[in-house]
């Protein structure tokens, strides 16, 4: 069955602009996450959608948005984008809420901003 | 704010020994996950281990838990240069990944 499909890989954007990064859960999952990987910071928790309501959301400015659609498929929105948003978007989905069970990553999106 | 900790930060060792990485965490927990990551590529779920178990096996993995110590311990046997990567622990609902252990399999 297919995996975590996460569109598009690369993107380069200018500051102050705004992005939206796609994520396809696998087939009958319902849970996706968002994730944002820096050499700094590590990985880091962004938001978590379970059929189409927002669970958890993490650390991040009012910048940072997601949805999720009815089926399955979920979203993340960057606004007025700084340099310190280039970093590897990590999508998981996951047939449960809350990470009782193991999630299924994508390969990412890598975003560089300039 | 990193939830976990691994332990070392850095591995390197010879195809065929064994890997041994630790990982400690601040709050109670439900569960403990451990996944893979190869070179900026996106995370493998490797093993689950719930906070009512003690040890855990997949194949030449060997998870542990310790509750009281807040600490688990993933054991990959007789290493192969395809297990190079980056090794992660993750508790929480919010699935808060520690620091990593990059593991490196020379040949």
């Known amino acids: 069955k297919a995996g975590v499909t996460q569109t598009p890989r690369y993107l380069i954007k200018t500051r102050g602009q705004q992005v939206t990064l796609s994520c396809s859960p696998i087939s009958g999952h319902r849970s996706v996450s968002w994730y944002q990987q820096t050499p700094g910071q590590g990985l880091q928790f962004l938001f978590e959608?379970?059929?189409?309501?927002?669970?958890n959301k993490g650390n991040f400015p009012g910048r940072f948005s997601g949805r999720q659609f009815s089926n399955s498929r979920s979203e993340m929105n960057v606004s007025t984008l700084e340099l310190g948003d280039s970093a590897l978007y990590l999508c998981?989905?996951?047939?449960?809420?809350?990470?009782?069970?193991?999630?299924?990553f994508g390969s990412g999106t890598r975003l560089t901003v300039v | 704010s990193q939830q976990g900790e691994e332990d070392p930060q850095a591995l390197s060792i010879q195809e065929g020994e064994n890997a041994t990485m630790n990982c400690s965490y601040k709050t109670s927990i439900n569960n403990l996950q451990w996944y893979r990551q190869n070179s900026g590529r996106g995370l493998v779920h490797l093993i689950l281990i719930r906070s009512n178990e003690r040890e855990k096996h997949s194949g030449r993995l060997r998870v542990t838990l310790d509750t009281s110590k807040k600490s688990s311990s993933l054991l990959i046997t007789a290493s192969r240069a395809a297990d190079t990567a980056s090794y992660f622990c993750a508790t929480g609902n919010k699935l808060t990944f520690g620091t990593g252990t990059q593991l490196k399999v020379e040949l």
């Open positions: 959608y379970f059929s189409e309501t927002q669970r």
């Open positions: 998981a989905s996951s047939s449960r809420p809350e990470a009782n069970y193991g999630y299924t």
